[in-house]
């Protein structure tokens, strides 16, 4: 059965791409035509498989290598379509976390090198983060965008103001406790506001 040698190349140069991105640390433009060639090409040979298979092709059969070729390229095809895809959703979560979460700014940045799926894939993507993290923070706003690389060399407690204290000077800076609100602070900073009875801590 005649073999067509190219089958699987297409795939490898989607895979091309994405080495060179990894390379350049860049999006580079989508290629909607070569990934639907690949798309093309999966058919195609689906076709030919469903064919041999209605025929009855089994081990033995002089056609069967061809079915066993056709069957690797096809998940070969799979693997490379959703590495290439992948690695382009990467850059583009990790070009959204370094805007601090402005998913207006990477489309306006990145819109010439991105599908319109991957402009709708960042704008879903922006939406679960927000409703995670109101989920998370009902009463305070938490930035998700903000650094943790470096953890804080002094144990934080929340505390709760439950008398006015005026300002207070701190090793942080002057703070103004007002009655009934939250506060993050170092608890070095505020312990003895709390063994005072002025801060509770929550």
Partial sequence: MAFDAS????????VLQSKQSINLAKLLPYDGPLVRQVIQEQRELDRKMRAMEDDGVKTG???????????????????CLLAYHAQRLDLIRTAYWDAGGAAGHVIEALRENMSL?????????????????DNISKDDVVDLALGIEHPP?????????????????????????KLGERYILQ??????????????EV
Wanted: proline letters at 2%; hydrophobic letters at 40%.
């Fill in 7 to 14: 089958y699987g190349d297409l795939a490898n140069r989607l």
């Fill in 61 to 79: 059969d002089e056609r069967w290598p061809a079915l066993v070729i056709f069957a690797r390229v096809t998940h070969q095809n799979k693997r």
């Fill in 117 to 133: 799926d991957e402009i709708q894939y960042l704008r879903d993507y922006r939406d679960s983060v927000v409703t995670f993290r």
């Fill in 153 to 177: 060399k002094q144990l934080m407690v929340t505390v709760e103001a439950i008398s006015c204290t005026g300002p207070i000077h701190t090793q942080s800076g002057t703070m103004d406790f």
């Fill in 187 to 200: 608890k070095s900073d505020i312990a003895h506001l709390i063994l005072q009875g002025y801060l509770m």
